[in-house]
């Protein structure tokens, strides 16, 4: 019959107690890299119900943010650009130029008239719009707002003013990251109180774009 196993001597206890608490630590620390803490969105990258790019857009076209923004400037929220913002360009802009040129070539190689050509993603802009392939009014289609998800959002308890920002001329790409980069936005910060607290104390030091700035780190400044 096997006998007990030895205790160990009640010097040696705190040294294995020791390792053993270390070896714990050393355990969680691959999962503490890569925990969040609650409410943080960093990543998130929605699906929409219009595949916009904001690469072709905001990078390639160059767009400035703020002809769909309108809101940045001028009010708390950045704003849902409206679907008539849209059709500033797309009234007008209805396919990839390929598309249409592929249209144009057959249409004379057939002997009639070139027919309208859309885009998949843009039809359900006119749709949205209740519209025709032409862009006039369909008396058969309905008008409905275009349900985008939305991707950056704070907690109700943090007030955030797009004004102020941007009328100290902080760029968009400072919180949303590079936008003119992105297929599909993600959210890029975490948008944690001490990033947005860190941001606010190097602005203090060192200004914004050359210009000095007093961005105040007392809570009420958000809190309140």
């Not at 160059?62 to 913002?85: D, F, K, L, M, W």
């Not at 057959?106 to 392939?133: H, T």
């Not at 860190?198 to 000095?212: E, T």
Request: overall charge positive; proline content about 9%.
């Amino acid at each position: 019959m096997l006998g007990a196993a030895p205790s160990l001597p009640r010097s040696l206890r705190p040294v294995v107690l020791g390792v053993t608490a270390l070896a714990v630590v050393l355990s969680l620390v691959p999962r503490l890299a890569t925990s969040r803490s609650p409410g943080n969105h960093q990543g998130y990258e929605p699906g929409q119900p219009i595949a916009y790019s904001h690469r072709l857009h905001a990078g390639e076209l160059a767009i400035p943010c703020q002809y769909c923004h309108t809101g940045a400037e001028t009010s708390r929220h950045a704003a849902i650009p409206s679907a008539n913002v849209c059709m500033n360009c797309h009234r007008s802009v209805t396919a990839p130029w390929s598309a249409i040129q592929a249209e144009h070539e057959q249409a004379r190689a057939e002997g009639r008239k070139a027919r309208p050509v859309v885009s998949p993603e843009i039809r359900k802009l006119y749709d949205a719009l209740g519209l025709d392939e032409r862009g006039a009014p369909d008396p058969a289609r309905r008008p409905q707002p275009i349900r985008w998800t939305r991707v950056h959002r704070l907690p109700d308890f943090a007030y955030f003013d797009h004004r102020a920002h941007v009328g100290a001329g902080v760029a968009c790409q400072t919180c949303h990251g590079p936008v003119e980069t992105m297929e599909r936005v993600r959210q890029f910060s975490d948008l944690s109180m001490g990033w947005c607290v860190n941001c606010h104390r190097d602005a203090a030091a060192n200004g914004v774009n050359g210009r000095p700035v007093a961005p105040s780190v007392d809570c009420s400044a958000c809190h309140y």
